[in-house]
């Protein structure tokens, strides 16, 4: 699927539909403003006032000029980067922070050329001598060309450099620029992250700089492919401490080289921070009260246990000297994979046993485990292009579980990856606003459509695809392939189709791998047991949604009444087995839930099934009572199977005690609350599953599983059961008297004001903040209005990732489910939306769920009503 400025077909349609005249307004408002950066900065050195000329930026039409396409050309390789960089941790005289640096690289020319394109984004340079804002030298005998002109392509981020002459092949050159920008708070690039300690303000020089933000701190060839060396040297103030990819020497100012990466990777650090450690050279970092209050201890006590376990599933040794890792008070991300300094957000890194719950606890380790999983898949080899992406992120988010597993070994954690990755990929991948894991490279060009890709389906559904290889690989030739693979491309770059030559060395992946890489979506499977027919199509919650006609390479494995049946493949969209010869025989199909695909029965077989479920629950896996229940619930929703078969699945949930058959459930529910709790059929769902048994099982199970407590107490308060309302109203009006606890005042109105002001709330943070209060009946049309209102403040601030935006939105309209609220999400295109940013794929999803919902809503309200009435007598 194309991206940035594509609109997929059934939302063209939405648009039309609401008027041609309205387009003017996009157009209106898709103006775009490029504001000069100030020119006059203080010097680096002895802060003096400097002036200086910027060069003329430039914007233009598409054309076929080098500089106007946002892909580097071929014609230079970098070797290596000498940077040395001077943040300043106080405001100058006009309130502002900034940074100065200079920067040289070394470069070889690979084929003639009088052209340099260097990227560089929001960054002012100095003349030099000659008056340009570059200085090109020849290395090892070689005459450098004369500069001719240089000027900056606003649109695609570039320096651009003509020479009187061209290079020489094969023959390297050194570029030196100074230059200087603004360390803000916009949480990418170089940016302060602050926080107070001793009622003193702190500053910390941070950075983020994946995908495409090296460009803002200093000029560099800004695209995976092109690794190279960095030599790093920060200034710094007396009482701070520099950190960065290689360790230190004496001054803890210059670096030791890093080695061979890409720009993306490298990070750096100045801060007030204090650390511990533990043998060989693993640091945890962070702000002085948080390590001293042992929050880093967990962290530092996993780290190389982990790094142990990696280094034995890759049979690859660890490649860098030493590990650090840093808990930032400011980072938009839950962490960053920087190759030997690791950044998180504190709550990632950080872990305190008196405040911190049992779910913080796995999130850290989960984290922790996913960020070191890439210091080899990812930085030791790195995809080509950024349309691999999936590859990178959907590997460590497979792997962040095994490693967990290994840490954590009576945490069960393997079997939450269901339900965390793998289901989390379906509720993405049924919509048609989905992509393909894997797209062309000439489809992801801009950094707003790389910026896109970082969403569920390249994370979850990677990690779910992956996940389904290894199993019918088996996990030991899968980590065999593994290791070759990191063997053979060490230090360089891939693409996908080189880790499936290293699997296919032991057996044939590739056809069966590229229909689930290159297609969006995923099948649902129905066996139909009378006549032993086996059929595939194409998944989507909304029945009357149009796509292409795909078909998959689906591993079947099953059990017959128990028993296991082995794997067979189904490979077009029909085929057959032999049907059951008994009427007592139930099967169900993809065991432990590890092919990536939902599963209908003909009716009897459900029949069998739930029987099964409420005599004897235990003979079906657990993971596989937790399947049965979600695809029960999403076939219904989608209208392949009728509502009330789905919401059968949960009787026999009285006698279960485990925690993901009950996970499913109440997340299943929890789309019924969403749809009804403006309803008639709110009363009646609160009933029964509020004071009936189920009721009863959630509470009494609390100690079996650590999340179930979560759940009970989750369900009881929904479901307005006395005691539960009772407790949480005695906490809540405890929490209003104490003003230390409750900065934030008694409404939603006021707190929502509270979320975009990045002195109460910070800005890490308000997607969080907003869409909590967008889970209350209440709040929701207060959000609704609010971010309405306020949409350009907030989004500006997302523009480093769409796990923000998206987020948003997504956490906002979730409850739609009626005509007049998808009219209102349409126009909020009209009167918002503008070209290169990634909100456009966000409302595309809404718009598609909220039709979903109001079509679901006027087919099952009734059938729900009538069986919960049914059921209550």
């Known amino acids: 699927m194309g991206k940035g400025f594509y609109i997929s077909k059934p939302l063209g349609f939405v648009l039309f539909g609401l008027g041609a005249g309205a387009v003017l307004t996009i157009f209106a408002l898709s103006v775009v403003y490029v504001q000069e950066k100030r020119k006059n900065e203080v010097n680096a050195r002895d802060g003096t006032r400097i002036v200086t000329t910027a060069a003329p930026h430039r914007t233009s039409a598409p054309s076929n000029e080098a500089w106007d396409k946002y892909r580097l050309p071929d014609a230079l390789l970098p070797e290596y980067y000498n940077v040395t960089l001077w943040p300043r941790l106080v405001p100058d005289e006009e309130g502002m922070y900034i940074f100065t640096g200079k920067s040289g690289v070394v470069f070889t020319c690979l084929k ?3 052209l340099i394109l260097i990227h560089s984004n929001e960054l ?26 240089t000027w900056f392509q606003t649109q695609t981020q570039f320096m651009v450099i003509q020479l009187k002459r061209k290079l020489q092949v094969g023959k390297s050159y050194w570029l030196y620029t100074e230059f200087h920008g603004e360390l803000s708070d916009n949480l990418g690039g170089f940016y302060r992250s602050e926080y107070t300690e001793n009622d003193v303000k702190k500053v910390v020089a941070t950075t983020q700089m994946q995908p495409t933000a090296a460009r803002n701190v200093f000029p560099c060839f800004d695209e995976p492919s092109m690794k190279a060396v960095f030599h790093l040297t920060l200034l710094h103030p007396p009482g701070t401490v520099a950190l960065s990819n290689d360790n230190q020497e004496v001054l803890q100012t210059r670096f030791e080289p890093t080695e061979k990466m890409s720009t993306y990777l490298l990070a750096f650090v100045v801060s007030e921070f204090t650390n511990i450690r533990s043998p060989p050279e693993i640091r945890i970092w962070g702000r002085r009260e948080a390590i001293e209050s042992c929050q880093g201890d967990y962290a530092l006590n996993v780290t190389f246990p982990i790094l142990k376990y990696l280094e034995n599933y890759y049979n690859t040794t660890y490649p860098l000297s030493k590990s650090d890792q840093i808990a930032l008070p400011d980072f938009a991300a839950g962490a960053m994979e920087n190759w030997g300094l690791v950044t998180y957000r504190e709550l990632s890194l950080f872990y305190d046993p008196k405040v911190s719950s049992n779910e913080d606890k796995e999130w850290v380790v989960t984290v922790i485990t996913h960020e070191l999983a890439h210091m080899w898949f990812g930085n030791l ?6 349309n691999d992406l999936w590859l990178n992120e959907g590997f460590a988010s497979y792997v962040s579980y095994l490693a967990a597993d290994y840490v954590e070994p009576t945490w069960n954690i393997k079997d939450l990856m269901v339900q965390q990755q793998v289901q989390k990929a379906f509720d993405v991948d049924s919509l048609v606003s989905s992509h393909p894991l894997s797209s062309r490279e000439d489809e992801v060009i801009t950094p707003d459509q790389i910026d896109q890709l970082f969403d569920t389906i390249t994370y979850s559904k990677g990690a779910a695809i992956l996940r389904m290889l290894s199993e019918f690989l088996t996990e030991s030739i899968f980590a065999n392939g593994l290791h070759n693979y990191l063997h053979e491309y060490a230090y360089s770059n891939t693409v996908y189709t080189d880790l499936w030559k290293k699997l296919q060395e032991v057996t044939s992946i590739n056809e069966i791998m590229n229909r689930w890489i290159l297609q969006m979506g995923f099948p649902v499977v129905t066996i139909d047991t009378r006549t032993g027919s086996i ?34 493949w189904l490979l077009t969209k029909t085929a057959s087995y032999e049907p059951m010869k008994t009427d007592t025989d139930w099967l169900l199909a993809n065991l432990n839930v590890t092919g990536y695909y939902r599963v209908n029965y003909d009716p009897q077989n459900w029949e069998r099934l739930l029987t099964q479920l409420n005599s004897d629950h235990k003979v079906i896996p657990v993971l596989n009572r937790g399947q049965i229940i979600d695809d029960a619930f999403n076939l219904a929703r989608a209208d392949i199977i009728n509502i009330t078969l789905a919401l059968r699945t949960t009787k026999y949930l009285y006698e ?36 009936g048994k189920l009721k009863y099982c959630m509470v009494c199970v609390t100690s079996v599983y650590r999340y179930n407590q979560i759940n009970a107490v989750s369900m009881a308060c929904k479901t307005g059961v006395k005691g539960c309302s009772e407790l949480t109203r005695m906490w809540y009006r405890q929490w209003m008297k104490n003003p230390d ?35 209350n009946v209440i709040g929701q049309p207060l959000v609704w209005d609010f971010v309405r209102a306020n949409w350009e403040h907030i989004t500006k601030d997302f523009d480093d990732g769409s796990f923000f935006s998206g987020g948003l939105i997504n956490g906002i309209t979730k409850k739609f489910s009626t005509e007049f609220e998808l009219q209102q999400l349409c126009c909020l295109i009209f009167i918002f939306w503008k070209p290169f940013t990634f909100d456009m794929q966000a409302i595309e999803r809404a718009i598609e769920q909220t039709k979903a919902n109001i079509k679901w809503i006027s087919e099952n309200k009734a059938q729900v009503m009538n069986w919960l009435i049914e059921q209550s007598d």
């Open 741 to 775: 606890t409750n900065p934030y005042g008694k409404c939603f109105s006021k707190y929502l004001e509270y979320s975009i002001d990045p002195n109460l709330i910070r800005k890490q943070d308000i997607t969080y903040a907003i869409v909590y209060i967008a889970d």
């Open 381 to 386: 080899v790195t995809m080509r292009w950024w």
């Open 112 to 114: 003639e050329t009088n």
């Open 656 to 691: 279960e005690k485990e925690y993901i058959p009950w996970e499913s459930a109440v997340r299943n529910l929890e789309y019924f609350f969403l749809m009804f709790d403006r309803t008639e059929v709110y009363g009646p769902l609160q009933g029964i599953y509020g004071k």
């Open 124 to 149: 002012n340079f100095t003349l030099t001598s000659e008056m340009h804002h570059a200085k090109l030298t020849g290395l090892g005998g070689t005459s450098a060309p004369a500069i001719l002109e």
């Open 535 to 568: 059929t595939q199509q194409h998944f989507l919650i909304h029945p009357e949604a149009v796509v292409d006609n795909y078909e998959w390479f689906v591993p079947i494995t099953w059990l017959k009444s128990g028993s296991n049946m082995g794997q067979h």
